[in-house]
């Protein structure tokens, strides 16, 4: 199956608000100041309603004196709303229903982001790529297969699901998981040359954003790469598409999910891949093309059914 795109994947956060008595001329400034098209109107800890840019254009249209104008004469209200874990094909649902452009996220009546048809345009190939938007994929194999990596260690776990063990296709998929660890973070800082004091340093860390040491963005990501290194055959990178959603602290298991979503050509494939932490969040989102060449004949695939 494919981890479906979620509106926490997409939405714009922190929200900016304003309140209802606020007015017209307010809000033209705040647009400018923040580089923004809308905000959402809060009165009493709730979302009330949203005012656009095309809200705003209408009113000095149709108003001679529109900039002492209150913001809830303007408003577009009530809002429509979704969830934070709710799927992106349900947001776009319910944007159709209500005919609306944007949908306030609230999570137990907290506002927590915006979802517009702008953020869902910017994931556009990713929706259409994961079939985000279409039902359930057949149900497939199960296996773990052994074949050109040198070695593998005790922490690490991989897992492939395939329509058949004999050849790759559309909705194959593969695992491969593991703890990032002291060890990976120095070792990775030596040999790329990046000792950013974020990955190192615990004193200065805490002094950020994130408040803790995190591991390199290109380390986790490595876990794809490991991924696909275990599927049948031998796979060449062609391309790699990466967006970084979230951090990953020393310590922390995560796991790389790869899965075939398109055959350009014999032997040459489009995967969705993921990186996913331990409460199964997706960290990294992304896609790959790879070919898939014969392994050489000393290699041999070693296969073991999963019960």
Known sequence: MSYPIRVADVMSTPVVTAAPDETVSDAAGTFLEEGINSVVIVEDDEAAGIVTGTDLIQALDQDESPREKPLEAVMSAPVAM???????????ETMHDHGVARLVVVEDGRLVGLVSTDDVIRYAPQVFHRG???????PTAQYHARQETEYELSDWEFECSTVSCDQLSVGDRVEFSKTISETDVRSFATASGDTNRLHLDESYARETRFGQRIAHGTLVSGLISAALARLPGLTIYVSQDLVFLGP????????????????ISDRKFELTTDVLNADGERVIEGEATVLVDDLPETAAIEIEAVA
């Open 248 to 263: 990953i602290g020393l310590g922390e298991r995560v796991t790389a999910v790869c899965e075939i979503v398109g055959e």
């Open 132 to 138: 985000a938007l279409a039902g359930e994929s057949e």
């Open 82 to 92: 979704t969830g934070p874990a709710a799927e992106l094909k349900d947001a776009l």
